[in-house]
């Protein structure tokens, strides 16, 4: 058991630290040298570098700003930050000294050629790639998320609303940087693309949903599904506010993969249905997620 345990740590970091290089190569290889400053505090250090003229590489600052913040964490909310925090966090700064001081990856593309808005797009999708393997391991590369957790324990604001307001600040200093507005905008441009690919690769192959259908074919519905897509439904009972008659409602939770099928499927069986279709924001048991603790 110990050595299992120990195997599935390791392979842990290791996913980890992959995912900590693609974040940064992204920074490296694209935003930097297209002047282009993402959130968290990747963007405050490459702001100071740039626009402040800080002496010292990304990578360093990073270390010693989050080091701060760690410490400040350590004094005020207690030892909640574990070592994967830790390992991030200095996981971080050296990937980021590789890919600047060591390889030199900004010279791999031509940024002039690619064109900021490209760099935006390429640099964004690979750090909500990189983040998103990251935050599956149950990493981080620490940041402002603990300047989240410290304002949200003296007020009554939520950790994301405070990371987001961060994250619009830091993108509009890079002014500073650049003094281009469309480098702002470039900025904000990487934070939707990183946000949305963060979401499709934390949740994107297991989003699920909950389909309602009311019909007067429900039983054959139902069957149908079961038969041709390999998912269960449930019949509950129901009563019509109006009309009071009793029907019979059909319930299903259907992988994102799935839905397509069941529709076609509700549409030939009775094409008059009333259907109701949501996301579900997690769904665990059989045939779907196990819940883990």
Aim: glycine residues 12%; contains cysteine; hydrophobic residues 50%.
């Amino acid at each position: 058991m110990k050595t299992k345990n120990l195997k599935h740590t390791i392979i842990s970091y290791l996913v980890i630290t992959l995912g900590i290089l693609i974040y940064t190569f992204g920074w490296a290889a694209f935003m930097l040298p297209a002047k282009i400053v993402g959130g968290g505090v990747s963007g405050i250090s490459s702001v100071l570098n740039i626009a402040v003229g800080v002496p010292l590489p990304i990578g360093v600052l990073n270390f010693i700003i989050n080091g701060i913040l760690l410490a400040i964490g350590f004094k005020v909310l207690g030892p909640k930050f574990g070592i994967g925090t830790i390992f991030g966090i200095v996981m971080s700064s050296l990937s980021f000294i590789l890919w600047q001081q060591v390889l030199h990856v900004e010279n791999l593309f031509d940024v002039e050629q690619f064109g900021g808005f490209m760099c935006a797009i390429i640099g964004g999708a690979l750090c909500g790639a990189g983040i998103g393997i990251t935050f599956m391991m149950g990493g981080n590369s620490g940041g402002t998320d603990i300047i989240a957790l410290i304002i949200n324990k003296f007020h009554d604001v939520s950790p994301g609303k405070v990371i987001l307001y961060l994250d619009i600040f830091i993108i509009g200093s890079s002014w500073f940087v650049s003094h281009r507005i469309e480098n702002v905008i470039f900025g904000y441009i990487v934070m939707v693309t990183m946000t949305y690919v963060l979401d499709m690769v934390l949740d994107g192959n297991k989003q699920s949903y909950q389909v309602m259908v009311f019909s007067q074919k429900n039983d054959e519905i139902a069957t149908a599904v079961t038969s041709e897509v390999g998912r269960g439904a449930t019949l509950l009972d129901a009563e019509g506010c109006y009309s009071r008659q009793q029907q019979k409602v059909l319930l299903m939770m259907v992988h994102r993969t799935d839905k397509p099928r069941v529709m076609q499927i509700i549409h030939r069986i009775d094409s008059n249905a009333f259907i109701s279709v949501s996301k579900a924001q997690g769904v665990y048991g059989k045939n779907f997620e196990k819940l883990k603790f």
